[in-house]
């Protein structure tokens, strides 16, 4: 059941990228920032607070339908995990040890 539905959760869900995270973040100020800039220019013009306002969400809307989906190039450098203790060297569960005030744990 495992090998059909991680394909599924890492297609809907995507898997931990941190250049990923930092890419839309830098994304979103900047998106923000330039629909800021144009909705507060073009209500200037226009005199018109309602323009101001409807163009500021639609760039907010576009904003969080670039950043919020787990799109591939968010998803460029996964981070390689360590598997679970039991399925370390062929699931002998002899996985990494850390040593806790001298005392050998899992």
């Known amino acids: 059941m495992d090998e059909i539905l991680a394909p599924l959760q890492d297609a809907f869900?995507?898997?931990?990228?941190?250049?990923?995270q930092r890419l839309a973040e830098i994304l979103s100020t900047a998106l923000l920032v330039i629909f800021?800039?144009?909705?507060?220019v073009v209500g200037y013009i226009y005199k018109d607070i309602h323009?101001?306002?409807w163009i500021g969400l639609g760039g907010t809307l576009f904003t969080g339908f670039v950043v919020i989906p787990a799109w591939?190039?968010?998803n460029r450098?996964?981070?390689?995990?360590?598997?679970?203790?039991?399925n370390?060297?062929?699931?002998?569960?002899t996985g990494?040890?850390?040593?806790?005030?001298?005392?050998?744990v899992h």
């Open 77 to 86: 450098n996964p981070e390689k995990w360590l598997a679970s203790g039991g």
């Open 96 to 104: 990494p040890r850390v040593m806790v005030d001298g005392v050998k």
């Open 36 to 40: 800021g800039a144009i909705s507060f």
């Open 88 to 93: 370390l060297k062929g699931g002998s569960g």
């Open 51 to 53: 323009l101001t306002l």
């Open 72 to 74: 591939p190039w968010y």
């Open 13 to 20: 869900e995507g898997q931990i990228d941190f250049h990923g």
